[in-house]
C-alpha cells in the first residue's frame, strides 16, 4: 500500500515532522495574512475529517450530521466570546440588545466563564454523541437509519438554532468578535497564534487517530464495522465499540467548531445543517476514508478548492462537488490514497495469466504491521 | 507559544493596530477596482442575481460616459452562496487581496451583519441596496434601500387610512420579520389597531395550511406579511386556495416585488398591496431610461424591481461621493457623503451624512394582472431616513 | 371542535404529501436498500415537468391530467438512468448510495437552475381546483382534497400491483429472500430495474402534485426528502402500509403541535418522537421478517 511509509516508527516520526514544519513555519512564512486565515479555516475542516474516518473509515458508521457537534463547539465558544465583548455595564451581548430587552438567557450564563467554556465544549459534544450513539447502536438499528437520523438531527439543529434568534443570534448566527480570551482579534500577532493553535490540534488529533488505530481498540473498530455479528459472538459488546468511535469523531469536531468561531469570525445556522455536514464528507471520500492522511489531505484541498473554484466559476463549484461525490464514491471508494493499486489492479488485469479481482474497498495500510 | 502570546495586544490595550487593509486600494493606474458581492449560488441566487445585473449595468453606464475621476471601473465579482459566513470571507477577501475601493452587494440581513464587523474593522465601504429591518447605522456601511420609517411605516399609515381596525402579522422566522413585527405593534398600539396574531413559519417552509387557517380564524381586517423567498409561493396558494381574497382581507407585503410576481403566479396574488419606493411602471424619464437600458441589456422579458434600481443608484451616489470628495480615500468619502443626490429612477435621493442612509418616497402599489405593480399611495415627497425611528414618540424605547 | 378537525384536515393533507414523497422511496429503500438521496430532484423533475406541459399545453385542467402521466415516465426514466450508470455497481455498498446520489442531487439541482433560471415559476392550478368545497360546513381547499385523492389512488394502484401481478410478487419475494428469489429463477436484475422505475416514477407524480402547493424551483426536493426518508425509518422496510400510516401520524402530529406551538418547534418535536419511538421498535412499525441476522 502506499501508506506503508507510515508504518515504521522512525518514518512516522519523520512524516509527522515534516508536517509540523510545513504547516507552523512554511506556511507562515510564505502566505499572507488573509490567505493564512483561510488555511486556518481548512485545517479547522480538517480536524473534523480526521474524526469522520475514524468513525466513517474504520468504524463503518456513516455520520451525516458532524455539523451539529462542529456547531455545539463552535456555539459554546461563540457564546463566550460575545459575552466577553459585551459591554461591562450590562453585561448584555449586542445582538441580544438589539432584537430584545429580556436580557442574557440563563442558560448562557455559564459561558462567562472561559474554563467553563473550554470544559463546555470538550465535553458537550461527545456527551450527545454517546447519548444518539447508545440509543440507535444498543437497539442495532440498521446502519442505514442511523445515517439517516443523524442527518436528521442536523436538520432539527439548524432549525432550532434559526427558530431562537433571541438566543442564538438566528439565521445571521453570531460573529463580530473582539477578542479570544482577551485577546484582540484585529492584532495579526494574535491571528498567527489562533492558526497556530488551529495547526498544534489538528496534529495532536491526527497523532490520536493513529495511536487509536494502530491499538487493539482499533482492530475492534474495524472488525465491528466487517462483522459486527462475529464481534459480538466474541464477547465483546459492538454498540460500545462504536460509540466511543463516535464520540472521539464529536470531541474533534467540536474543537474544529471552538476554534473555527475566532478564526473565521462568525458562526451560522448554514455551517452546521444538512449541507455543510455532508459537504464535510466530500473532503473524507476523496482522500480515502479509511486511511489516516487521506481524511486530513483531502477535507483540507477540497476546501481550498472551493475558495478558488468558487472565485472564478460560481455554478461550476456546485457541479464539480456533486461529480466529485458521484465519480469518487462510486468508481474509487478508496479514495485518492487507493488510487496506485486501483491503477495496478487495471494494469495487472490486462497481462492475461492473472486476474486482478476488484480492489478490496478497506484498504488497511494503517493498521497493518 | 508563550512568545507569540507575548507580544499580541490585548483587547484592553484598544484592540492593537490591525492591518487595516483599505489602504492598499490602488489609484495609481488608469483604472480603479470595484467588488460586487452577491449570492450567484444557493437559495438567495433567485433574488440577488438580479441586483448583479443592476450593478452590472452601473457599472458599464459609468465606464461609458468616461469612469470615476477619469478612471474606468474593474468590477471583482465574488459569489456569496446565499451564506453569511462567505459573505464575511469574500469581503474580507476584496478588501484585503483585491484591495477594491468599495464593495456593492448584500440582500439578507444575516449577509449585512456578516460583512459589518469586516468592513468596520478594515475600514472599507459597503454599499447595501436592500429594505432592511433598521436599528443600525455605521459608517462603513450606506443603506440605499429603505429603512422602516420609509417603508413599514409608511404601510401602516396606508392601511390605517383604508380603515384597517385590526392586524394579522405573518413572517418568516428570522431578524427582518422579528424586527419588523415590534415596530408593528408598538405603531399598532399608539394607533388603536389589535394585533389578532403573530405567526413565523421557517425560512424555507413549505405547509402553510396550520398558518392560513390560523389566519382565517382570526379574521383581522388585513395581513401583514414579512414573509421571505419560496414561502410566499406556498403562503399565497394555500391563502387563495382557502377561500381568502384581497378584497375581503388584503396582504400587505414588504419583500414581494415584480421579480417574485412570477413564481407566485400573478393569478394568486392580483389585487394585493405592496410597499417599495420603486415600481417599474413609475412615469420618469430617467426610470423609462431605466428600464428601456435593462430590457436592452438582458432582454425584453426582464422586468424591474426596487432592490435592483437601489442597488443601480448605489453605483451613482458612490461616483457621486468620490467625485466630491476628488479621492477614492474611505475618510474623504465618509466626510463628503452627506448631500451627494442622484436623479434615480424611483425620483431624486439624499444620502444622509449622519446615518448613511437615503431621503426616499415610499409608494404604495398593488399588483396589477399584468404582473406588474402601479402605485396606488404616495407619501408625496421623500422621507429622511430614521434607522432607530428617533422622531416617532410611539417607537421609544424600540432600540434600546 | 372546528379547529380539531380543520386541523386533522391539514394534518391528513400535510400526510399525503409526505406520502407521495415517501411512496417511491418505500419501494426502492425498502427493496434494494438504496438511499437515494437524488428522489427529492425526481421530485423536482416532476414539477418542472408540469411546468413545460403547461407551457406547451396552455389550458390548466388539461395539462394538469396530462403532467401526471408524462411526470411519471419522466421520474421512472432518470430512476431508471441512475440505477443503469450507477447504482448497479452499488448493492453491495447501500450506505455509499447515499453520498453518489447526494452528489446526483447537486448536479441536478445546479442543472434545473442552468435550465430554468434561478427564479421559481408557476404552474397555474386549473379553475375547477381553486377556491374551498364546504362539506358539513367545513371548508376545505379543493387543492389539498385533489392531493389526498392522488396519495390514495397511488397507494391502492402500488398495493395492487404488489398484491395481484407477477411484478408485485417477484418484487416482494426479492425483498423478503434477494438470494433464494434469484435461485428461484426471479431475474433479480430485471425487477431492480422495474422496482427503481415505479418508484422514481412515483417521485415525478409526487412533483405535479407540489405545485398545486407551493414555488416550483430547483431547492423543491431538499425540502422534502429528509422528511421522506423519515417515513419509512418509522414505517419499516419492506411494507407499503408502514409509510401510509407513518406518513399520516407525522403528518397530524405536526399540524396538531403546530397549531399549539411554533412550525419549528413542531419539527424538532416531531423529530424526538421519532428517536423515541425508534427506542421502542427500531425496525419501524411493521416488520418484514426474516431469518437473516442483519
Known sequence: MNLKVFTGRWAVVGGFVLAAVLLLVVAPALLSSFRLGLLG???????????????WGRGGMLVLGQGVFFGLGAYIMAMHLKLADAPASTGVPDFMALISSDGVPVWWEPFRSGVVTIIAVLLVPPAVAVLLGLATFRRRVRGAYFAILSQALAAAFAILLIGNPRSTGGSTGLNNFKGFFGFSLRDPANRLMLYIIAAVSLLAMVALARQLMVSRYGELLVACRDAEERVRFLGYDPAVVKTVAYAVAAVMAGVAGALFV??????????????????????????????????????????????????????????????????????????????????????????????????????LSGSSR | MGLLVGCGARVSDGGGTGDAGAACVDTSGTSVKVGFLNSRSGTMAISENTVFNALKLAADQINGAGGVLGKQLTVVAEDGASEPTVFAEKAEKLIRADCVAAVFGGWTSSSRKAML???????????????????????NIFYTGATTNQQIVPALDYLKEKGAKSLFLVGSDYVFPQTANKIIKAYAKANGIEVKGEEYAPLGHTDFSTIVSKVKAADA???????????????????????????????????????????????????????????????????????????????????????????????????????????????????????????????????????????????????????????????GKPIEPDPYLKSYPWAAGLSG | MEILLSQLFNGLSGGSILLLAALGLALTFGQMGVINMAHGEFIMAGAYTAFVVQGV???????????????????????????????????????????????????????????????????????????????????????????????????????????????????????????????????????????????????????????????????????????????????????????????????????WIEYSTTASIAKVAVLALIVVFLQARPQGIFVVRTRSLV
Not at chain 3, 77 to 105: K, N, Q
Open chain 2, 117 to 139: 464587523p469586516v468592513f468596520e474593522s478594515n475600514n472599507a465601504l459597503l454599499f447595501y441596496p436592500v429594505q432592511y429591518e433598521g436599528l443600525e447605522s455605521s459608517k
Open chain 3, 57 to 255: 399545453l396552455g389550458d390548466a385542467g388539461l395539462s394538469l391530467l396530462v403532467s401526471l402521466p408524462t411526470a411519471f415516465v419522466v421520474g421512472g426514466l432518470l430512476g431508471l438512468a441512475l440505477e443503469a450508470l450507477l447504482l448497479r455497481r452499488m448493492y453491495h455498498r447501500p450506505l455509499d448510495t447515499l453520498l453518489v446520489t447526494f452528489g446526483v442531487s447537486l448536479v441536478l439541482q445546479q442543472l434545473a437552475r442552468d435550465v430554468f433560471g434561478t427564479a421559481g415559476v408557476d404552474v397555474a392550478a386549473p379553475g375547477w381546483l381553486s377556491g374551498p368545497v364546504e362539506v358539513l360546513g367545513f371548508t376545505f381547499p379543493k387543492t389539498r382534497l385533489f392531493i389526498l385523492v392522488i396519495a390514495v389512488a397511488a397507494v391502492v394502484l402500488l398495493s395492487a400491483l404488489l398484491a395481484f401481478t407477477s411484478l408485485g410478487r417477484r418484487i416482494r419475494a426479492t425483498v423478503q429472500n434477494r438470494a433464494l428469489a434469484e435461485s428461484s429463477g426471479i431475474s433479480t436484475r430485471r425487477t431492480d430495474r422495474t422496482t427503481f422505475f415505479v418508484g422514481s416514477g412515483l417521485a415525478g407524480v409526487a412533483g405535479v402534485a407540489l405545485t398545486l402547493m407551493g414555488s416550483i424551483s430547483s431547492n423543491l426536493g431538499t425540502a422534502y426528502i429528509v422528511d421522506a426518508f423519515l417515513v419509512v425509518v418509522v414505517g419499516g422496510i419492506g411494507q407499503i402500509k408502514g409509510a401510509v400510516i407513518a406518513a399520516f401520524v407525522l403528518g397530524v402530529a405536526q399540524s
Open chain 1, 41 to 55: 479555516k481548512y485545517l479547522c475542516y480538517a480536524m473534523v475529517a480526521v474524526g469522520i474516518g475514524l468513525a
Open chain 2, 221 to 379: 381586517d388585513a395581513v401583514f406579511n414579512t414573509l421571505n423567498g419560496d414561502s410566499n409561493v406556498a403562503f399565497f396558494k394555500e391563502y387563495k386556495n382557502a377561500g381568502l381574497t384581497a378584497e375581503a382581507m388584503p396582504v400587505l407585503s414588504v419583500s414581494i416585488a415584480e421579480e417574485e410576481v412570477g413564481g407566485i403566479g400573478v393569478g394568486n396574488i392580483v389585487g394585493q398591496p405592496v410597499a417599495w419606493n420603486y415600481y417599474q411602471t413609475i412615469d420618469s424619464p430617467q426610470n423609462k431610461k431605466f428600464v428601456a437600458d435593462f430590457k436592452n441589456a438582458y432582454g425584453a422579458s426582464k422586468v424591474t424591481s426596487d432592490p435592483m434600481e437601489a442597488a443601480y443608484t448605489s453605483l451613482f451616489l458612490w461616483k457621486g461621493m468620490v467625485e466630491k470628495a476628488k479621492s477614492f480615500a474611505v475618510p474623504e468619502i465618509q466626510k463628503a457623503a452627506g448631500g451627494v443626490g442622484f436623479d434615480a429612477p424611483e425620483g431624486t435621493v439624499t444620502v444622509n451624512g449622519d446615518n448613511h442612509h437615503i431621503a426616499k418616497t415610499a409608494l404604495i402599489g398593488k399588483i396589477a394582472p399584468d404582473g406588474l405593480i402601479y402605485t396606488d399611495w404616495t407619501s
Open chain 1, 262 to 363: 475566532p478564526i473565521v469570525g462568525i458562526i451560522s445556522p448554514n455551517d452546521v445543517g444538512i449541507i455543510p455536514s455532508i459537504g464535510l464528507l466530500v473532503g473524507v471520500a476523496v482522500g480515502g476514508r479509511t486511511t489516516l492522511l487521506g481524511p486530513v489531505l483531502g477535507a483540507i484541498a477540497v476546501a481550498w478548492a472551493e475558495t478558488s473554484l468558487s472565485e472564478r466559476f460560481p455554478s461550476g463549484w456546485t457541479y464539480a462537488q456533486g461529480l466529485l461525490f458521484v465519480l469518487v464514491v462510486a468508481f474509487l471508494p478508496g479514495g485518492l490514497a487507493s488510487l496506485r493499486s486501483v491503477l495496478r489492479g487495471w494494469r495487472e488485469r490486462r497481462r492475461p495469466p492473472r486476474a486482478a479481482e476488484e480492489p478490496p474497498v478497506p484498504s
